[in-house]
T-cell receptor
């Protein structure tokens, strides 16, 4: 079975450019998460969706960041304009949302972003 | 104070050694707990959930102390392949706000 798919795997861009990261969750999963990981701050939750609806975007750094989930099989994270401090690994994860507490998130391979 | 705190390590141990990691969490309303493993330049993957009564999976034992708000992971008979970063993860389940909170991880290096 295909896991979470992210593209691109690597992105190098110049400051001020728009960056769009893409994610395809595991089929049947109804929750999707965007994380950012840096050496300094570790793994941070940016935003998550349940059934394509954004539930909590309090982790989104600022207005330059936006995320959408137009359907159950696709999500984007956009940075416009990008800045060098946005350089990080961006992970997408998905899971089946249940009423229980024990649940597993499946992470994609990540997108390594470098903003020059 | 961070919601989830871990000793970053690195823990350098010889093959066959027993090693333990601890993790503390600040939110007493936290309801579920996990250990994830992350290999270098890879994505995090679930290692095991942590149950109130403690649980074991092969060489790995996880324990939870709600009163003191800490979680532990014990690895027995360490293998070279255990070298990775171990992330302590906490989930506060409420009406749907917020999801998993990850610690910064403890790095383990098992040496031959």
């Amino acid at each position: 079975d295909a896991g979470v798919i992210q593209s691109p795997r690597h992105e190098v861009t110049e400051m001020g450019q728009e960056v769009t990261l893409r994610c395809k969750p595991i089929s049947g999963h109804n929750s999707l998460f965007w994380y950012r990981q840096t050496m300094m701050r570790g793994l941070e939750l940016l935003i998550y969706f349940n059934n394509n609806v954004p539930i909590d975007d309090s982790g989104m750094p600022e207005d330059r960041f936006s995320a959408k989930m137009p359907n159950a099989s696709f999500s984007t994270l956009k940075i416009q304009p990008s800045e060098p401090r946005d350089s990080a690994v961006y992970f997408c994860a998905s899971k089946i949302r249940t009423s229980g507490n024990q649940e597993t998130q499946y992470f994609g391979p990540g997108t390594r972003l470098l903003v020059l | 104070r961070k919601e989830v705190e871990q000793d970053p390590g690195p823990f350098n141990v010889p093959e066959g050694a027993t090693v333990a990691f601890n993790c503390t969490y600040s939110n007493s309303a936290s309801q579920s707990f996990f250990w994830y493993r992350q290999d270098c330049r890879k994505e995090p993957k679930l290692l095991m959930s942590v149950y109130s009564s403690g649980n074991e999976d092969g060489r790995f034992t996880a324990q939870l102390n709600r009163a003191s708000q800490y979680i532990s992971l014990l690895i027995r008979d360490s293998k070279l392949s255990d070298s990775a970063t171990y992330l302590c993860v906490v989930n506060k389940v409420d009406t749907g706000r917020r999801a998993l909170t990850f610690g910064s991880g403890t790095r383990l290096q098992v040496q031959p």
